[in-house]
């Protein structure tokens, strides 16, 4: 029940409302990984320059993350600089270096090939193409992807979409990919490229899941201060996954319990700075905001029944 995760690791300097951080681990392989292994056990594969600092590394071992397929190369690591507008749904990026991630092409482990879970974080579709090819039999597959990789890769995304079980994007790229104005109209027209299930992220609207028989909404889980968005998406994703990967199976009540625990992973990330609010998370927490979440978007909860 080993989930492996391909993506980026980085360092990013972000700018919200609420202050800047400069040089913070990022990255979309961060942010799930962290996010999963609450869940399940982690594999991630991804590449660092020499300036990675062996602080992160631990980050990651202290939490049980298999850093093994974290490969270290002769340059500069991954960075990406952002800033959100007053309308935390909207963001600029100010810089990106792709660095040591521009010539990534990663050799899987042997065991990491025989993995039953794999998570195609936002990389180039070719990528993950040639990441896919390399699994020897995955149970689910699913991948991220954005709005460069549609408007510049389009043909490889879409032979890759053909060979994935789950897509996770937002309502933007989901429009930009179907060539459609309605959201609806947009992820049923995805679930014809191959996806048997279509997430799209509507940031703190929450999330819509597409299945060929049916369709399922949660919210955001409202908060009185959003600190910083980035990674939300990885995060929940990590949630996700994480959740399949412990059941052990896909069937649309674990794909809907699976969408809750990964809205509740992704409202924690958002609480603070970089991986700040995911590094000292407890089960427990995790559970009682589950909890929470459910009370709050079930009509007939037990709570209010019997008044
Ligand atoms: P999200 O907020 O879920 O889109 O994820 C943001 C994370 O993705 C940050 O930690 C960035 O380091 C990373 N990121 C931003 N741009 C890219 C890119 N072009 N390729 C890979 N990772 C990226």
Known sequence: MSIVVVGSIGYDTVETQHGRIADALGGSASFFSVAARFFAPVSMVAVVGEDFKSDDVKFFTDRNVDIRGLVHEKGETFRWHGRYHEDMNQRDTLHLALNVFADFSPDLLPDQRRADYLFLANISPQLQSRVLSQMTNPKVVAADTMDHWINTERAALIKMLAKVDILTLNDQEAKLLA????????????????????????????????????????????????????????????????FIARSGKVSEPVLRKAVVYGSVMGSFVVERFSLDRLSDLSWETIDARYRAFVELTDSQHTKWNSQ
């Open 179 to 242: 060539q459609e104005h309605n959201l609806v109209k947009a992820g049923r027209a995805i679930l014809k490229m191959g996806p048997k299930t279509v997430l799209v992220k509507r940031g703190e609207y929450g999330v819509l899941l597409f299945s060929p028989e049916s369709m399922f909404a949660v919210p955001a889980y409202p908060l009185e201060e959003v600190i910083d968005p980035t990674g939300a998406g990885d995060t929940f994703a990590g949630g996700f996954m994480g």
